[in-house]
């Protein structure tokens, strides 16, 4: 058995007895298996051109391009500004390859390919010296591993590839299996995170075309892998298998619940082609970069030398030969047929029609739950691929997901792949559609930013719903340009929640729930920029500590939307000056479909945290409107708030979210106006449900003038004349003894 380098740490989130039977299976026969596939259900053979153990005295420059070396910069990459590559920062020591990143005043920086200076950013000197080491042979296709530590510095420790295509430029595709940010200042979940990217760079490539004329790089998906422990703490094994069909990421031999990246969702079942671009021959690389937005190591953090080191890389590929099968999509019945797909390896070609045989099985009944399917599968000339389409019948009948499994028997002219493979068939759950005030938001905390809001309304898997951070504004409030949000969370609920449940999205994108005494992760959030994919942002839902506009929305294909009266949008909570129409931060727009304090809250006046103090026993509309008034809140600028329910416990501590009680029908009404007519000519009627003792309106034009005010005392009813105000859209303010809320008017 081969036992070399086996001391794995078992820290991610699984059993260390999976950890022991992993060690005990990692060799067959004397090969250096997978740690993620100790018995080789794969087939895998090792590919020596491309693994290393790193156990020499020097680096194998045979195998390995150190970029710079002899004057060789491989795609014409010498660094990133401000670092510069040096080949004296390629080491091996310890049995390890090092990436050394050091700070050097007398190091010859020169200028990288765009002409820009090394060693200085914004005019101050920045001496960063990294290294990049390259693999010297292609290959294409398989399973990566590497076993690594992150340095412990505000710089990248990247594993990444890069390959050109028939007829393209060298690096036309890009695969970031990871970069990692291991010595983040700032924020924990940095620490934690692989960023996994697709970008590519032929100029054919529509979104390529798409994002240079908008000055960005092609990125053509991007993902954030959120590993349990910081990966500048301790070595781990990081696992990516990369097929035609698939990228999945494994960490110490499990595969990641965000790791599965299918081409058939990336490219919209392929609508949108040109968003994989990996099935190219790719050099591997190990590099460390310095990224300004990340924030950039100064002297003092260089005093010693930062090391991103890799214990090994080893690279398995299929047994060549044989075809093989996947399954590619699970079945819905009536809506989505389910599919494998069978091929020949490593892309190659058929030079004659190939038969192949299968068999079937699985909880699924064939003739009932799908339509009957043959048993052989042709390979066409000329092709590499063929599928099985399995058609799901609606039976209206209520069942727990079944499966159809098939086996490859024989071919008709090569040797198959007899790996036993799945799909699934699920009957058809219609997602909820929400509206405004099915959603209320409950509590916040500022810069590693936190949001609690709890369900008014019942919904079911499948159900989707997006939280957007900073602003929302359109051009009627006089901006012209990209004025909408920072990014946008888009959660896919996978099982029913009931009306009452409180829910959180976390600063690390995933969505939480208490149950019992832990909390738990219930789902992860796709991260979208609005179509800003290489804009400046940090990749994290966070909340300013200038405040923020935060809304939540309901749209096909659950982008922004555009339109302020659309009924998309569900909720918004305004954590600093109130809503208004500068755009930013502190005065970001509410859209005209919600209203502060009926859907929609201005708490805080710049606070960091934040929660509702009010019952949460009561009727969806008592519980709507009670944590929709603000004077139900408490605000701090010192102390955390627990963001969950004051009746649940997370390791015994309770929640500070509401208080103990039952909402009463009056409850529902306290405080609240309406407003008519809105739109209005002349005059607007004011009727605030029970008489005010204390009473001040104020309306407010675009950039918060204020136009007209009135004091008035012990009403039930006002009437505002507004037939001296120009055409156009204000805020109306209102504040009573009960209350202090906001009312988007508009004036013909």
């Known amino acids: 058995m081969y036992l070399t380098k086996l001391h794995f740490p078992t820290t991610f989130k699984y059993s260390v007895a999976f950890m022991m039977i992993s060690l005990w299976g990692f060799t067959i026969n004397g090969q250096t298996l997978p740690f993620s596939d100790p018995q080789n259900t794969g087939d895998w053979i090792l590919n020596t051109d491309i693994s290393d153990e790193f156990e020499a005295a020097t680096i194998n420059e045979d195998q390995w391009l150190i970029q710079g070396r002899n004057g060789k910069y491989q795609s014409n990459f010498i660094g990133r500004v401000p670092a510069q590559f040096s080949t004296d920062n390629a080491i091996l020591e310890d049995g390890k390859l090092k990436i050394l990143t050091k700070w050097e005043p007398d190091y010859p920086f020169t200028k990288d390919n765009s002409g820009n200076q090394l060693g200085v950013y914004n005019g101050v000197s920045k001496p960063i010296t990294t290294a990049a080491v390259i693999s010297k042979k292609q290959f294409q296709y398989g399973y990566m591993e590497i076993k690594s530590k992150a340095a412990n510095a ?45 970008i590519s760079w032929d100029p054919n490539n529509e979104i390529f075309k798409e994002q240079k004329e908008l000055g960005k790089i092609g990125t053509t998906h991007t993902r954030n892998i959120q590993a349990a422990n910081n990966t500048a703490d301790d070595f781990h094994v990081y696992g990516f298998e990369w097929t035609a069909e698939y990228i999945k990421v494994y960490i110490d031999g499990v595969l990641h619940p965000d790791g599965t990246i299918l081409k058939s969702v990336l490219t919209k079942n392929g609508a949108e082609p040109d968003r994989w671009v990996t099935d190219v021959p790719s050099w591997i690389w190990f590099d460390s970069e310095t990224f300004p937005w990340l924030g950039l190591p100064d ?183 990209d004025f909408t949000v920072d990014d946008i969370w888009t959660w896919t ?158 390791n015994d501590t309770a929640g500070d979210i509401g208080i103990a009680g039952t909402l009463l029908v009056s409850t529902q009404s306290k405080g609240q106006f309406t407003i008519f007519p809105n739109p209005a000519n002349e005059e607007l009627s004011i009727n605030f449900g029970e008489a005010q003792q204390t009473l001040e309106i104020e309306i407010f034009a675009a950039l918060g003038k204020s136009v007209k005010k009135v004091k008035e005392s012990n009403v039930l009813n006002s009437k505002l004349s507004v037939s001296n105000l120009s055409s156009g859209t204000y805020i109306l303010s209102i504040i009573s003894e009960n209350t202090k809320q906001t009312k988007r008017i508009i004036i013909k």
Do not use: C
């Open 154 to 198: 505000e710089i990248t420790s990247a594993f990444w590839t890069t390959g050109p295509g028939p007829g393209k430029p060298g690096g036309a595709a890009e695969l970031d299996m990871f970069e990692m940010f291991g010595g983040h200042k700032t924020n924990d979940a940095w620490k934690k995170r692989l960023k996994l990217n697709i």
């Open 299 to 481: 002297a003092s953090d260089l005093q010693t030398p930062a090391e991103y080191q890799i214990e090994y890389i080893r690279v398995w590929q299929k047994q060549t030969g044989k075809i093989s099968i996947i399954g590619t999509t699970d079945a819905i019945e009536g809506t989505t047929d389910g599919s494998f797909k069978v091929a020949l390896p490593n892309g190659e070609i058929a030079t004659e029609d190939i038969n192949v045989t299968y068999s079937v099985d699985g909880s699924a009944t064939e003739g009932t739950d799908y339509t009957t399917i043959p048993r052989t599968v042709t390979i066409a000339s000329g092709t590499n691929s063929s599928e099985i389409i399995i058609d799901a019948v609606e039976d209206g009948i209520e069942e727990d997901p079944e499966t159809v499994t098939i086996t490859l028997q024989s071919s008709s002219s090569k040797t198959v792949d007899t790996t036993v493979v799945s799909i699934s068939i699920s009957d058809f759950v219609a997602s909820t559609t929400l509206t405004a005030g099915d959603i209320a938001i409950v509590g916040w905390k500022s810069v590693s930013g936190k949001l609690a809001f709890m369900l008014l309304k019942d919904i079911s898997a499948t159900t989707k719903l997006s939280i957007s951070n900073r602003s929302w504004s359109n051009a009627s409030n006089g901006f012209i340009g």
């Open 493 to 650: 609920a996978g099982s029913e929640y009931k009306t009452g449940d409180i829910l959180m999205l976390d600063s690390d994108g995933q969505i939480k729930q208490v149950v019992g005494n832990t909390e738990v992760v219930v789902g992860t959030t796709a991260h979208d920029y609005t179509g800003k994919v290489d804009q400046t942002s940090d990749g994290d839902f966070d909340i300013s500590v200038n405040g923020e506009g935060i809304l939540i929305f309901q749209a096909d294909p659950f982008a922004l939307p555009t339109n302020g009266n659309s009924t998309a949008w569900i909720a918004g909570i305004n954590t600093s000056q109130g809503w208004g129409v500068g755009g930013g931060n502190s005065y970001s727009e509410l859209p005209f479909a919600l209203t502060n304090g009926i859907n929609a809250n201005s708490v805080g006046e710049k606070h960091d945290f934040g929660v509702y103090k009010g019952a949460l026993s009561g009727t969806p509309t008592q519980l709507r409107a009670s944590i929709n008034n603000a004077s139900n809140w408490i605000f701090s600028e010192d102390t955390t708030y627990n963001l969950w329910s004051f009746n649940k416990t997370i």
